[in-house]
């Protein structure tokens, strides 16, 4: 990856006015934005990664059919029926299985966005550079997530067809700036990914640990209400899962704004959270590597 | 070339514990998903009344555990196959490998028994642990069947592995596709529900695969009590898809590896 062009105005900019600093900001948020985000639709390629991006949801959402079938003859089942008042639990399902895209997108571009660097053998000089390297990660990992919300598509698209399902029209714009905000609340989960890549070495692992630990918890195929009552603030704790009743509400409900709020609010607490402890743990252990030299090191 | 593969791997695996972490962890995870799926949407007596129907005479739960546990190990000897091929692709050394005077099919194979030992006693543990936490007692009745349709489900897992492999050679996203590879297979094998609850025509399907006989002896032996004899009609199609899986793997990676030299795309990633 070529070192990014805001690195030499960020060195410029030091003691110049705010305006100038502002300018190299953002000149680095552009330049790794649009070479991550370049690099992502390289990947996506019909025989790869879109095919594993859509094989996995959709045959998760097949599961879930034959399994409401299987225990409840195809009508709703009681139990959810009961916990969440949804008229179709495959719908239900459909949107948890959409998010999918996004949350493993949390999880594996923000473990491997300085892995990949270090595999690449850049990330020493990336870190001489005088950017700032939370706004070039934010960056990288967004442009992650924007990539990710062609799978979103892709999954609701197919499962709706394959299923024969439909959600509420009005619903759609609440829906929308939902699903912008799931997004990027979700970049604390990727900094938080980043920072374990940092240390464990091995971001793979960790996301694929992580990625049904998050499904679990976060309701995408069953309602969190039927978890263990130990286990609810964990799952409360997780932006995805107050991102999923956002997009729930809103398309199997047609939930207005002013309804959602406090969900929104919890929304953007648990993501500031997130957020926040992830630049925490990844500013304290990349001084740590640096201390350690072992900042090249994978 | 099979001792060289375990070698590297065995390094690898001792380099990153993450990974030891992961497949610890993975399939208690998976096992509570499948259960709640289950429990989030009706009450217990409902569920076993439904398997019961379908001829499963064990606890549901125990159902749920053996197929995640049991599927875990081909997810982990086929993503090792996949990601072997990708790794090398990354690393600029697949074509020195395929130039090298040594067995394509041992280097995959040597990866996959790799990933079979190295899922094994997590995965082994991993089901205790899933028994523990959902209260799951196993009914062993004879032990010799027991230890034979596990050896014989591993076998057919690992041919199936190298059938797959020899697609690997030809992709630039094999790690993708190896996970692909594993959701339809998962569905269709009765991991999550009895095969009898698939359509006919998904039935089909799943009986023309060895991981479906082999969740199906393994539960009869772990679950029922089920005796050799008993297992026959499991253990002779995973001994069949056995060799004809290996025979098919054998002749796919020299033709894919074939088209792939004479294409050129060896080392595109």
Known sequence: MPIDSGARSALAARGQPVALRAEALARTFRGSFRSNLTNQFRWYTFGGWMIASLFRPVFMLASAAVIAHFIAGGGVPPRFFA?????????????????????????????????????????????????????????KTLSGMVASLIDFALVLVVGALLFGLSFTPGGFAVAFVGLVLTLVALQGMAFLMAAAGLFWKQPYALSMMFAPLLIFLSGMMFPVEALPGWVQPLSQALPLTHGLRILREAMLRGTGLGALLPSFGMLLATGAVFMLVGYVAFTTLERRARAKGAMGRY | MVRAGWMKNWRLSTTYPSWVLNRLLGPVVAVALAVYSYTGLVDSATIEQAFQRAGETGSFTGFLILGQTIFAFFTGINWRGGMAVQRERWAGTLEMILLAPASRVAWILSESLFGLVDSGWTVFLSMLVAAMLFGVSFHVADPLAVAMVIVLTLAAMVALGLFFAGFYVLTRAAGPLSQAVSAPLGFLSGTQFPVAALPSAAQAVSYALPVTYGLLGVRRAL????????????????????????????????RMEARAKRTGSIHAY
């Not at chain 1, 969440?84 to 997108?105: E, K, Q, R």
């Not at chain 1, 571009?109 to 700032?132: F, H, Q, R, S, V």
């Not at chain 2, 005796?227 to 793997?249: A, E, I, K, N, R």
């Open chain 1, 83 to 139: 916990l969440t008042g949804y008229p179709s639990y495959l719908a239900f399902v459909l949107l948890g299985m959409s998010a999918n895209g996004l949350m493993l997108s949390s999880l594996d571009d923000g473990g491997t966005a300085i892995y990949d660097e270090e595999n690449a053998g850049t990330w020493d000089l990336l870190a001489l550079t005088p950017m700032n390297r939370f706004v070039w990660m934010f960056a």
């Open chain 2, 223 to 254: 679950l029922s009590g089920a005796t050799v004899q008993q297992l026959v009609p499991d253990m002779v199609p995973l001994v069949l898809m056995t060799v004809v899986f290996t025979v098919l793997g054998v002749w796919l990676i020299g």
